[in-house]
């Protein structure tokens, strides 16, 4: 990088390191290494939480998949938007979770279920949290080689190492210093701060995008430039898009219910200040989201047109030789295997043979091709990179069926190794191919600040990560297996350790673990493995006859499905396909695969080919999850003997201690003054409490609270769902009965630019404005509250540690005994 982009990347980089050594000094218990000492207001929460959520890894995988979809894919994913909002204005899930003052889902889950499912549970989440974590830092490492242009490999004192390694290490090193530092109190300092910091780092790079980059002759020409069914602006126009689809958001939408709590740490819900704040960070995310999420698909969107635009094909043709040339001495090095010579020479010359992309296939030339499935073959023809191309014939090339039943075992092993490298070629390039071009974009200035954004969001997952899995094996599976329990010095020591356990892991795995699928569906695939949680959470917060025996048969039933789907993924192309063709298996496993299929076409499609398992990994945790919901409902119905105390989990009517039984006088008083109001003021309050009961609004809102609350909901549903989602649904089908003119084919275009552009670009710069201002505020009075509470000696229970006994946490066990004996 030029010397202004390390300056402008080392800057803001080093101002975070400082926000955690000045942090760390205020933790002085469990409950802090875990929780920040349950006193973060909702903007830190808000913040902090949204760029922990997103993520380095998150970002090249929602790059992946709107490189492949496009606006169309995001047009059905906003449909998650309304949905999520409503879930966050009532707060569904996360308001019970704070209720029941747990810090880990583990303690949740003794308390709801018994501490033999505490153990199991943690030991499954562990597994699945690590292994899902395995390729985070490999990901984040080879963004960073790509984009910054590093050499594969380097010799220090005559010895080779991998560059890839090398970063690795560097940044875990850095993430494992925050999280042991203070534990959960830096990581949301530093995460706030890189919030606070990204944001506009955001509106910087969109701004130059726009400037760089036309709508009309650069953008929307390319991203039209496709055939029937794969429509990149017309959402109604999917139906052969594979992957990231209409069923992907189906997928979505179950889990926004099922799995609201399942994935990754609960440090930000358990370290509000109270309920109330963790619901409205929860409702302002809403806003703080909308922006991001924007910036993500220009992003994709401007990398496809680079790379499918005759005005940049010689630039582009140029940054993808480069690209498939160091993607391909990436997957020989991590095989420790040289390239030979005839092979280096031999794509060379193949490279050189390219020629540049002088033009495209228009939509109309595409409507010419009378067979549809000429059309996409032509396409795939058209879109295929001809550097990938090259690059994969080296490492093995296709086989035909005949071809690999004459081979001999040895040969057929051979064969699928390399085609296994072959698969993590590919997966290399298509991942990288965005951060190289957005390389090849940006000037000087930008490369820096983007490289510092990209470190931030690498950062703030890790840090989060390993904090999480960390305090799920010392606090979910060790801490409930001992019958002693630890000083709080050593339990911090031994969670320090097992943070630096779990980067230890995260660096081996993803130094060693060849990924061959996209990002998101590595993580669905992976996530089956704890798809299971998503019932025994949700219904064990609000369904008082869910039972310990459905429990354990959702978790452990859908785990052993998921094992399965992983091993079938990760050795169809070297081991299973050669096996079912070379038997001759393969046509009649393809006929059956098709006839399963064939009802939920065209989202769903099965059929057997060489290079992919048959059914992806979304399909697979959507199977999962359904499953094991059935399972948990009816164990549970056949078990249940006595309805679970859901009172004293959540510490309501007589159980309210601290924070919740102030809430519930000034709800006492609210009520009784409301009593008190005239019969035609209680009838129209009465009239409208279904709406305020559907947004959230409740006892405990403030004015200005309501204000936000009914600017989401207007904003979300009213703007987001009913005028952009519905109006647009309903233009669509009453336009194809004849009912409304029908949308012309340049409406999409249109839209997009004013919906997910010019609309968003407003949003950015006040979201911008707004929460750098507010979420300021509140770290500041983050770090007045902890400074107050060292001069009033720390106020820390030393049996907030994340023991249960008899299902109530340890440090509330007097006071219910208490309550109860009152009774």
Same mark, same amino acid.
């Given at each position: 990088m030029h010397p202004i982009d390390w300056i402008l990347f080392a800057l803001p980089v080093a101002f975070v390191i400082y926000t955690a050594i000045r942090a760390q000094r205020y933790v002085h218990g469990v409950a802090d290494f875990l929780s920040a000492g349950r006193i973060a207001h909702r903007y830190v929460l808000c913040v902090a939480g949204a760029e922990a959520g997103m993520g380095l890894i998150t970002l090249v995988g929602n790059m992946e998949a709107y490189y492949n979809s496009g606006f169309a894919y995001s047009f059905w994913y906003s449909l998650i938007a309304p949905v999520g909002m409503v879930l966050g204005l009532v707060g569904f899930c996360n308001y019970r979770f704070r209720e029941t003052r747990a810090m880990t889902l583990g303690q949740f889950f003794e308390m709801r279920y018994s501490r033999p499912f505490r153990i199991t549970a943690s030991f499954i989440q562990a597994f699945y949290g690590v292994l899902n974590y395995g390729i985070f830092p490999a990901v984040g490492a080879r963004f960073m080689m790509y984009f910054l242009q590093l050499p594969v490999s380097f010799t220090l004192f005559g010895v080779r190492f991998s560059t890839f390694a090398a970063l690795m290490f560097v940044a875990l090193a850095l993430a494992c210093f925050i999280a042991c530092a203070g534990g959960q109190i830096t990581i949301m300092v530093t995460d706030c701060v890189q919030g606070i910091l990204s944001y506009p780092i955001y509106l910087v790079i969109v701004a130059f995008f726009l400037w760089r980059f036309s709508w009309w002759n650069d953008l929307l020409p390319a991203v039209s430039a496709r055939p029937d069914g794969v429509s990149f602006l017309n959402p109604f126009d999917t139906g052969d898009l594979r992957d990231f689809n209409i069923f992907f958001v189906f997928s979505g939408l179950l889990s926004l219910f099922l799995m609201r709590l399942s994935w990754g740490s609960r440090g930000y819900d358990s370290a509000a200040k109270d309920a109330h704040e963790a619901k409205m960070g929860a409702v302002l995310g809403t806003w703080r989201a909308g922006f991001s999420s924007m910036m993500y698909v220009l992003i994709a969107v401007v990398a496809y047109s680079f790379n499918n635009h005759p005005r940049f094909a010689e630039e582009s043709a140029r940054m993808r030789a480069n690209l498939a040339a160091k993607a391909y001495e990436d997957v020989a090095f991590s095989s420790k295997s040289a390239i030979p010579a005839g092979e280096a020479e031999a794509l060379s010359d193949a490279f050189a043979a390219v020629p540049p992309? %002088?033009? +495209? %296939?228009?939509?109309?030339?595409?409507?010419? &091709?009378?067979?549809?499935?000429?059309?996409?073959?032509?396409?795939?023809?058209?879109?295929a990179d001809p550097f990938l191309a090259a690059a994969s014939e080296v490492l093995g090339g296709e086989r035909s069926e005949d071809e690999l039943a004459a081979m001999s075992p040895e040969d057929r092993a051979d064969w699928g190794a390399k085609r296994a490298r072959n698969q993590t070629l590919g997966t290399i390039f298509t991942q990288m191919r965005v951060p190289a071009t957005m390389r090849a974009i940006l000037p000087t200035g930008l490369v820096g600040i983007f490289c510092a954004m990209a470190l931030f969001l690498m950062l703030s997952t890790d840090t989060t990560y390993l904090h999480? /899995?960390? *305090?799920? &094996? !010392?606090?979910? +599976?060790l801490l409930p297996l001992r019958r002693a329990a630890w000083s709080p010095a050593h339990q911090i020591r031994y969670l320090r350790i097992a943070i630096c356990g779990v980067a230890a892991f995260g660096f081996i795995f993803s130094y060693y673990f060849g990924q061959v699928d996209f990002i998101l569906m590595f993580f669905a695939i992976t996530g089956a493995l704890w798809m299971a949680s998503g019932p025994v959470i949700t219904l064990g917060l609000y369904w008082k006859r869910g039972t310990t025996a459905a429990a354990f048969a959702a978790l452990i039933l859908g785990a052993a499905a998921a094992i399965g789907a992983i091993f079938a993924q990760k050795y169809w192309v070297s *081991? $299973?396909?050669?096996? !079912? =063709?070379?038997?001759?298996?393969? @046509?009649?496993?393809?006929?059956? $695969?098709? =006839?399963? #299929? #064939? @009802? +939920?076409? @065209? /989202?769903v499609h099965w059929e057997l080919t060489a290079d992919k398992f048959p059914i992806n990994s979304v399909e697979v945790g959507v199977m999962t999850q359904v499953f094991t919901l059935l399972v948990y409902i009816v164990v549970s119905l056949l078990t249940c003997r006595t309805p679970f105390n859901m009172e004293r989990m959540l510490h309501r009517g007589k159980y309210a201690i601290g924070d919740a039984k102030h809430r519930m006088k000034g709800a006492e008083q609210m009520k009784g003054a409301e009593q008190m109001k005239g019969d035609a003021e209680h009838q129209m309050k009465k009239g409208s409490s279904l709406l305020r009961s559907i947004i959230g609004i409740d006892s405990n809102y403030t004015r200005g609270d309501k204000a936000l609350a009914w600017s989401v909901f207007i904003y979300s549903f009213g703007w987001g769902f009913i005028v952009c989602f519905l109006g647009n649904v309903a233009w669509h089908f009453l336009g194809a009965h004849g009912i409304l003119p029908e949308q012309p084919e340049s409406w999409w275009g249109i839209w997009f630019f004013i919906? #997910?552009?010019? !609309? =968003?670009?407003?949003?950015? &710069?006040?979201?911008?404005? /707004? +929460?750098? !201002?507010c979420s300021t505020r509140d770290l500041l009075r983050l770090f007045r509250d902890l400074e107050e509470r060292e001069r009033q000696g720390g106020g820390l229970n030393a049996l907030d540690d994340g023991r249960v006994e008899g299902h109530v946490s340890l440090a509330d066990a007097e006071e219910v005994a208490r309550i109860e004996a009152e009774k």
């Open positions: 992309r %002088t033009a +495209f %296939t228009t939509r109309e030339e595409y409507r010419a &091709i009378e067979e549809h499935d000429a059309q996409m073959a032509h396409f795939k023809a058209e879109t999480g /899995w960390a *305090s799920v &094996i !010392i606090q979910d +599976f *081991s $299973l396909y050669p096996w !079912i =063709a070379a038997n001759g298996f393969g @046509p009649s496993l393809d006929h059956l $695969l098709r =006839a399963l #299929s #064939s @009802p +939920f076409e @065209p /989202w919906g #997910s552009l010019c !609309i =968003a670009c407003v949003i950015g &710069i006040v979201s911008t404005i /707004w +929460f750098g !201002i």
